[in-house]
């Protein structure tokens, strides 16, 4: 893939409230300026600077392509970023610029294979038969695609043939199945948990741990905390591992790739 006359615009939520939110943002953008497959590669977010209004200003280049580093269809890529891009469709002109809008990164089949290695490197000594791995999100009753990304990951990895884990379970933590009930989810010794954020910020570093039983209350953010994890932590009878948000791959570098390959094949291949 060589898009040497294009930029590429990583979207981001961002946040006012923890210094770690978007730091894999940053990392999947180094990532990419690496690779030499863009002109110019940015970040831009609804919570941080620079916004997505601040997006014109960012670069020269006339054609972008703009991935949304979310996990999940839903209210921000569907209506936030669109409404703030002045976005009408998979591609667009606005402001003399051609704007081509993928998927988010969440929703790609390739997200699978990093959800498995997450996992394996998180518990690698570990019988997959005898294990649970569970995925879990936000969930919302505002949209129903926001669990739509995690379900249809746990139907893949539950197709997974090298790793056949005992259970793959999907869990939210504001609808149900709800993580705090992990350990009647699962009917096996070890549970492996991953969390589907992109980064690890205030629901997995600070939210999650509380309501999986691991510690009693809220800690501070990723970056202020010196030791967060030992895994396993011995909890309900069961060997329970806990991974970091599976954000903070640096191969959704390849992911956001994928993205773009498909919306080429999709939208751009002559008919």
């Excluded at 000594?125 to 249809?152: C, Q």
């Excluded at 989810?185 to 600070?206: C, E, K, R, Y």
């Excluded at 060997?239 to 791959?249: D, F, R």
Aim: glycine share 6%; with cysteine.
């Amino acid at each position: 893939m060589n898009l040497s006359h294009a930029a590429l615009f990583i979207a981001g939520h961002g946040s006012t409230e923890n210094p770690d939110s978007s730091i894999p943002y940053f990392d999947h953008a180094d990532e990419l300026r690496k690779r030499n497959v863009f002109a110019e590669v940015h970040c831009i977010f609804w919570k941080e600077e620079p916004s997505f209004r601040e997006a014109w200003y960012l670069t020269d280049c006339e054609e972008i392509y703009l991935v949304p580093d979310f996990i999940s269809e839903g209210y921000f890529t569907q209506d936030v970023i669109p409404r703030e891009l002045e976005l009408n469709g998979a591609t667009t002109i606005v402001r003399g610029k051609k704007i081509h809008y993928t998927a988010p990164v969440g929703v790609h089949p390739s997200m699978t294979s990093l959800l498995l290695g997450r996992a394996k490197e998180c518990a690698p000594d570990i019988s997959p038969a005898e294990t649970t791995l569970i995925i879990v999100g936000h969930g919302t009753s505002l949209n129903a695609n926001s669990t739509k990304a995690i379900k249809d990951q746990c139907a893949l990895l539950r197709e997974q043939k090298e790793v056949p884990y005992a259970a793959v379970l999907d869990a939210y933590m504001e609808e149900q199945p709800f993580i705090a009930d992990w350990h009647t989810m699962a009917q096996t010794p070890n549970v492996i948990v991953v969390p589907f954020f992109i980064a690890d910020g205030l629901h997995s570093f600070q939210d999650i741990p509380v309501l999986l039983g691991m510690e009693s209350e809220p800690g501070a953010a990723a970056s202020q905390r010196e030791v967060f994890r030992h895994n396993p932590h011995h909890l309900h009878g069961k060997n329970l591992y806990y991974t970091s948000a599976i954000g903070t791959e640096r191969l959704i570098a390849d992911v956001i790739l994928d993205q773009i390959r498909d919306f080429q094949n999709l939208h751009l291949s002559p008919a």
